[in-house]
């Protein structure tokens, strides 16, 4: 008498094995995949905002920018004039560096690329994607201050992102940039102006707008206008 077919052992039939394998790549995959995809959408590198990686000299913004009060333009010579904004070579540490803490260690590698002519290798902090067009003179000769996108800079002892250069983070200022410009007698690199810090001399957001002869919404909200 033959049994039901519940009643009898349960065996794969022979092809299944072909199928372990796969099997086998699909959970061991799957391990990994799950926390690889995970991981990676949330290192710093992909979401950017608190990158801060260890640069080859300990040199502090908090220091130079805010306790001396040094302007961003002095060391980022092009951000004006250029899509791109200039790290400052050797030799402008050196104006100062050649008289002051001649003996830091610190300082060892500015130096040591002084005496050698190799520029220090500075590690990119703030990086969009290729396919992404971008310029800081196109911001900060309409007002745009540095803080906007670089947050207090002036008080960072190690620079890190602090916003998230992403495409929904442009648009939300592009959409309605008016109350992020300030008057044309505020320097962009000003780090402690606020709209609210001088109410009487304020100009509106409108005004702002036609003052700097912003382009049109549809314009500032165009894929090309950033994809070219
Ligand atoms: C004395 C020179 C000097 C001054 C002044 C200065 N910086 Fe810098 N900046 C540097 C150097 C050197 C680096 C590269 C090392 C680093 O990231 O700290 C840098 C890096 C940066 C970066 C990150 C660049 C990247 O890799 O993405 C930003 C943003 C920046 N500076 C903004 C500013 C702003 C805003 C100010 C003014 C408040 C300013 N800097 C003043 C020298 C200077
Ligand atoms: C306008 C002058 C000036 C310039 C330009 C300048 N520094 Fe400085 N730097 C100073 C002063 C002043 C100090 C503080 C010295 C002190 O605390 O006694 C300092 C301190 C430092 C220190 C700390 C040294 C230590 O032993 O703790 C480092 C590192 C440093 N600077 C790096 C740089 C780098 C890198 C650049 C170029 C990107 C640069 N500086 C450009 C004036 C300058
Ligand atoms: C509208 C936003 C915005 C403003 C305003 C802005 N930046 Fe940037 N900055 C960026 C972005 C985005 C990058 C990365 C650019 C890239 O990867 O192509 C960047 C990169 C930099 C870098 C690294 C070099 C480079 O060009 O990639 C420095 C230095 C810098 N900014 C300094 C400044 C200073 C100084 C100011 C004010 C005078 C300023 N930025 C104003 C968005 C801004
Ligand atoms: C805080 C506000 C603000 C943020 C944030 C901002 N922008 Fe802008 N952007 C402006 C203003 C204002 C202008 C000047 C528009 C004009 O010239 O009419 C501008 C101009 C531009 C232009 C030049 C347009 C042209 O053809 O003249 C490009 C490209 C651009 N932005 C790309 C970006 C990208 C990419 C980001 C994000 C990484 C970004 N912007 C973030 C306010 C902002
Ligand atoms: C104000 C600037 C700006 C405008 C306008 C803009 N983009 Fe982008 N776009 C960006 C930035 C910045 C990124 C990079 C985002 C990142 O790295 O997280 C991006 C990324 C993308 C990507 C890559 C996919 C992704 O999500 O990372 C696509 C696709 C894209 N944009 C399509 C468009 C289209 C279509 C339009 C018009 C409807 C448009 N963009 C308008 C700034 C802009």
Known sequence: MTKEWYEQPFVFPKWANYLLPGVVIAVVGGLFYVPTVVGLGASPQMTAVGYQPVQPVPYSHALHAGKLGIDCRYCHTTVEKAAFAAIPPTETCMNCHT?????SQALAPIRASWATGK?????????????????????????????????RIDQMERVYQAKPLSMGWCLDCHRDPGPHLRPKNVAVTDMN????????????????????????????????????
Not at 99 to 103: E, L, S, V
Not at 124 to 151: M, R
Not at 199 to 220: F, G, Q, R, V, W
Request: proline fraction near 8%; aromatic fraction near 10%.
């Open 99 to 103: 008289n002051i803490r001649t003996q």
């Open 119 to 151: 520029p220090v290798e500075w590690i990119k902090i703030h990086d969009l994607p290729h396919y992404v067009y971008f310029s800081h003179e196109a911001h900060v000769t309409h007002g745009v201050g540095c803080i906007e996108c670089h947050g």
């Open 193 to 228: 102006w606020t709209p609210s810090a001088n109410p009487p001399e304020e100009e509106s957001p409108a005004e702002l707008l036609k003052d700097y002869s912003i382009h049109d919404t549809a314009y500032m909200q165009s894929c090309s206008t950033c994809h070219r």
